[in-house]
């Protein structure tokens, strides 16, 4: 399997092919059986059974017909064929999963890669993971790592291909396929899936929250990202403030090298440059614990009615504790998690079926569609245990960890964690 999945899957589809093509072989070749009988019937010439000797002999071991052991035998196979079948589920071959992680600091990135690691872990696959950090330098540096370790598959979580080009023509190569979990890819040419959120609908719900925090119209500073997920939630944006009195004062892209203590410096420059900005809205959330220490160095008092509305996307652990503690108003929410199991599932199905990857966005799966948006405020924090940092899925879909679990326990054999 090492080195060459691409070829190997594609020389699987051609045998599945083959195989096909020789099944209507053998009803061919199964042709010249009735033929064989018939020549067998001349043999058995109806003198023989008018003598019946050879009849009769059969019918003399009745009892042995009765019971019919020789008879039965196939009959009582057909159950162990069908137990067989389900035995004889495909078997996952043993393969190294290698993570090409945008920055693991970021809480969501975090969460994806966390996630990634459960699902392959419990196909019990071999796992490798490198941290570019959040440096567009040292993303192809791991990328390369990864496959200098002989890794068979390679996911990472929304990295645009632009940053790291080189490494996946290498994979493609290497017949190493590459699959995206998390932001929105755009354009995508090597990726062979990209399982995401909906970015557009996530800036739409938040400027949403925006509109209905301050329908008499705001003035808001808006940071973002070099990236098309990024593009996509400011498209949602603005489709949702024009015409209704918003104005986007300024507009500036995130360090990404150096995403808290610079987006501090930017905000807090920012809200001291421009008067009356009365949202603070950071598209990348990491950034947003910056953004709320520039606001609360700024406004000491959460309940000063001069303070700005800061706005951000995931409600990660920090993030809920930050809106717990009146730093942060509202952050669109997606349990991201499910796409890294749809990664894993879209590489086991690819392995023991042949069957290609989804190229939809958020597929269904079995009428399930785990990608659900959801704005968190304080009123959802407050319906929380006191203690947890885990804002609840929205309910449907359910639970997407379990659903996965059961659907490889069912259709692959061999899982230890199956039990």
Known sequence: MRRALWKLLAALLAFTLVAAACGNDDDDAEAPAPT???????????????????????????????AE??????????????AGEAEMAPELPDIKIGYLQWVYADEAGKRIEDAAKEAVDFLGWEYETCDAGGDPVQMPICGNQLLDSDIDVM?????????????????????????????????RDFYVASFASDDTDLGVQLANYVVGQLPDGARMIVQTFPAAWSDKRIEGLNSVIDGNNIEIVDMWEVDATNMVAGTEADVTTKLQQFEDIDVVWIN?????????????????NADDPERPLLVTFYANPTTVNDIRDGRVDAAVDEKLEWQSWAQVDAVAEWL????????????????RNFSVRQVVTID???????????????????????????????????????G
């Open 36 to 66: 064989t009988a018939a020549t067998e019937e001349p043999m058995a010439e109806e003198p023989m059974d008018d003598a019946e000797p050879m009849d009769e002999e059969p019918m003399a071991e009745e009892p042995m017909d009765d």
């Open 69 to 82: 052991p020789m008879d039965e035998e196939p009959m009582a196979e057909e159950p162990m064929d069908d």
């Open 155 to 187: 996911l990472t979580d929304g990295i645009p291909e632009a940053l790291i080009t080189d490494v996946l023509e290498r994979a493609e190569e290497e017949g190493v396929p590459v699959l995206s979990a998390g932001g929105e890819v755009d354009p």
């Open 284 to 300: 990348f959330s990491v950034a947003s614990i910056g953004a709320a220490s520039a606001i609360g160095a700024l406004y000491p």
């Open 352 to 367: 023991a079926n042949g069957t290609q990857p989804s190229q939809e966005r958020a597929p269904d799966y079995d009428g």
């Open 380 to 418: 959802t924090v407050n319906a929380m245990p006191a203690d947890s940092t885990e804002v609840p899925a929205p309910n449907p879909p359910g639970d997407y960890e379990e659903y996965f679990r059961n659907k490889w326990c069912e259709q692959f054999s061999g899982i230890a964690s199956c």
